[in-house]
């Protein structure tokens, strides 16, 4: 029951690339409003987030085979369904593709002082799977340099 219940609460990134990304966006603000009320009060903040370049994607990189890909493949193996796992590795490359792209765009602007923000970037929504009908749209988290 315990495993469900905490792949029930980090299992987005089994999710389809469109959904995934708004969990993203959603917790990697919901981060930073924290740091920033942490700030405010005087605390040093209890975690670091940043929208930096190439940043979003190697920390959901991170996140995904450390600590969901584990749950995600018990609880594949233990149900018999590949879907979470396929999904999963789906997105992985979604993200190494950020990577890369997030990369290369800042390799080609170092002349300048600021990498592009990425929320609305057609490259990278390009990357995930085509959307279905019923799928809400949906971008990479953006980018702050």
């Known amino acids: 029951m315990q495993v469900a219940l ?32 942490e ?47 396929d999904q999963l590795r789906v997105n992985v490359q979604f993200w190494e593709n950020v990577m890369q792209e997030q990369l290369q765009l800042a390799k080609g602007s170092e002349a300048t002082p600021a990498a592009p923000a990425l929320k609305t970037s057609a490259s990278a929504s390009a990357s995930a799977p085509a959307a279905s009908a019923s799928a809400p749209a949906a971008s990479a988290p953006a980018t702050r340099a």
Do not use: C
Not at 8 to 19: N, Y
């Open 6 to 37: 905490k792949s029930a609460d980090i299992g987005h990134p089994a999710k389809p690339t469109e959904f995934h990304l708004l969990w993203t966006n959603a917790i990697t603000d919901e981060f930073e409003r924290q740091i920033e009320t």
């Open 39 to 85: 700030m405010e009060l005087g605390l040093t903040p209890s975690m670091q987030v940043e929208r930096q370049v190439g940043s979003v994607a190697k920390s959901q990189l991170g996140f995904i085979r450390f600590v969901v890909e584990p749950i995600v493949r018990f609880m594949s193996d233990y149900h018999g369904v590949r879907l979470w796992i």
